[in-house]
């Protein structure tokens, strides 16, 4: 038998997930299940880098998870970070063969230690610059192939890169493999609320629709979505209107799809149609996710005993790289009699 590539990814423990997440990511991530070995984890340490409220914390990581659950991602593929100790125990290696110039230049430090990372008294957690290294302990302690992410987790892949490199190099072995960024075509969903940016959820509640809100509110986000001014040509279409577009083709709406857009061809689009299918195509979709996690949470110790337990089994992996990692780097093992 021929054994399946590794990919890996993670996310941030927010809590929501919202249909920008969904269609660029998520959904990519239960799709991979089926050709790879798929290793998705919940960074809760990561979490703790910018200023943060422990109680939210917990609470938010159990959500995202049955989010996840629901979403599709199985069980025996899903981890949380913290109970895993072998990536901080690996980022601390790594920290030693990480150039210090290098984590000042990442995009994200330099983004977030000037806005979101910073507490109210201009605190900057050390945390907040080392957050690559323990990205990269996170691939590289499962010699994970392939990553997906988005275009802009690129420089902390080349940094991983770098950092299996280094340690390729001093301990003289071709431990490590290059993980590769794992590029696919996702749709970039806008804010209805402003399509000239993304959808997110730092920019403020409107600027997102939660995958697991209510039907009322989706159909109201949707309502109201920005069109345009009634002043685009027939056959230019706003970013408004093209956002909405893209969201009915990501629900996978084909044919619904294709008829509106001939509309919007022939200069008859009633963007209230419009509104009425995408509104609709999201809340049938939204049903479903919404009812799947309402079973989850009937049997919620249960689950949260089997997602801990899965985390002890793809621990195992992790302490496994440990073990070869910390006799090439000439610390003591417990076992290894040296
Ligand atoms: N930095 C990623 C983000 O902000 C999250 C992340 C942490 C991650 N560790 C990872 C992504 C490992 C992929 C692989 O989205």
Redesign the pocket.
């Known amino acids: 038998m021929v054994e399946k590539k590794k990919v ?5 423990p927010t809590g929501d997930i919202h249909y920008g997440n969904y269609f660029g990511a998520v959904k990519n991530w239960v799709d991979l299940q089926e050709k790879y070995d798929c290793i998705y ?1 919940v ?1 809760d340490y ?1 979490a703790m880098t910018a200023p943060y409220n422990p109680t939210k914390l917990r609470a938010n990581t159990w959500e995202l998870i049955f989010n996840l659950l629901a979403i599709g991602v199985k069980k025996e593929n899903l981890f949380i970070q913290s109970l895993i100790p072998e990536h901080t125990e690996l980022c601390w290696i790594f920290n030693c063969f990480t150039s210090y110039g290098q984590l000042q230049r990442m995009t994200q430090f330099k983004d977030k230690s000037n806005d979101t990372g910073k507490g109210e008294d201009g605190f900057i957690s050390a945390g907040l610059l080392d957050y690559p290294v323990l ?1 990269a302990a ?2 590289l302690v499962y010699r994970a192939d392939f ?1 997906p ?1 988005g275009k802009d ?1 690129e420089q ?1 892949l080349e940094l991983s890169r770098n950092i299996a490199a280094r340690f390729n190099q001093q301990v003289g072995k071709d431990y490590f493999v290059m993980p590769e960024t794992l590029f696919t075509e996702t749709p970039k969903i806008k804010s209805t609320a402003d399509p000239a940016r993304k959808m997110s959820k730092s920019a403020g509640e409107k600027h997102y629709i939660s995958l697991f809100s209510e039907d009322a509110r989706i159909t109201k986000q949707i309502k109201s979505a920005v069109t345009d001014a009634g002043d685009t040509k027939v056959g230019e279409m706003s970013e408004g209107v093209e956002n909405l577009f893209t969201i009915l083709k990501a629900s996978g709406k084909m044919e619904a799809y294709d008829s509106l857009l001939a509309d919007h061809k022939a200069g008859a689009l009633k963007y209230v149609d419009l509104k009425e299918t995408v509104g609709a195509a999201l809340v049938a979709q939204s049903t479903q996710f919404k009812a799947a996690k309402a079973e989850l949470m009937q049997d919620k110790k249960n689950i949260k005993n089997q997602i801990k337990y899965a985390s002890s089994e793809i621990r195992k992996r992790a302490q496994e790289t440990l073990r070869e990692v910390k006799d090439l780097a000439g610390l003591i093992n417990v076992k290894a009699g040296q």
């Open positions: 890996l990814s993670c996310i941030q984890g960074v990561h990205q996170d691939i990553v992410v987790q902390h």
